[in-house]
């Protein structure tokens, strides 16, 4: 049986089965998958962040006496993005630390 070189990369679940067979924990597993994806966020925010200045600035010259650049409505948004990716990624990390090692071993 031959199989096409995508399928061979080890998928998430068996990532986390693997590590819980190995014995991490549920915090640990939580952890991991958390850290993933706010790191994930937070750079995608950092990115956007300067987006946002840079057409803050175009704006400003083309907006007449409209500050472009409101500190209180980009820390809302910005907030907000982060607790929503936050959320996002708690559910699938709670998901994982339930995963069957055994299971997931077995598939692969």
């Known amino acids: ?49 300067a987006g946002t200045y840079f057409v803050g600035r175009v704006m400003k010259t083309l907006l007449y006496q409209v500050n472009a650049m409101d500190p209180a409505a980009i820390s809302a948004v910005a907030t907000v993005l982060l607790l929503s990716a936050f959320f996002a990624c708690y559910i699938p990390a709670r998901r994982a630390t339930q995963v069957d090692p055994m299971v997931a071993l077995r598939e692969e």
């Open 1 to 49: 049986m031959t199989t096409r070189p995508s399928t061979r990369l080890i998928s998430p679940t068996d990532e986390i089965g693997l590590r819980i067979a190995l014995g991490a924990g549920p915090n640990q597993v939580l952890r991991l998958v958390l850290g993933e994806g706010v790191l994930l966020a937070f750079v995608g925010l950092l990115v956007g962040l």
